[in-house]
């Protein structure tokens, strides 16, 4: 998904993703990436049972969403 994002038709050797070259900043920034994808994911309209997990998340942070 990175690379979909990042890629604006230049050619590899110049196709700069943004990455940062320090190990400790790059692991921090792939956590960050892992987390906005996995968001994207679960909460897709065309996630078939996103109902079902949010439900869950709002009931793990005492959110209650049934009114």
């Known amino acids: 998904m ?3 994002e990042t890629w ?3 050619i590899e050797d110049r ?3 943004g990455f940062p070259t320090e190990m400790a900043k790059a692991k921090t920034k792939i ?3 892992r987390r906005k994808y996995a ?3 679960i909460t897709s309209e065309a996630n078939k049972h ?3 997990i949010l439900e869950e998340a709002y ?3 005492g959110i209650n969403r049934k009114k």
């Open 2 to 4: 990175r690379h979909m």
């Open 8 to 10: 604006m038709g230049i």
């Open 15 to 17: 196709w700069d993703v």
């Open 31 to 33: 956590a960050q990436l």
């Open 39 to 41: 968001v994207k994911l």
């Open 50 to 52: 996103r109902k079902c």
């Open 59 to 61: 009931q793990f942070v």
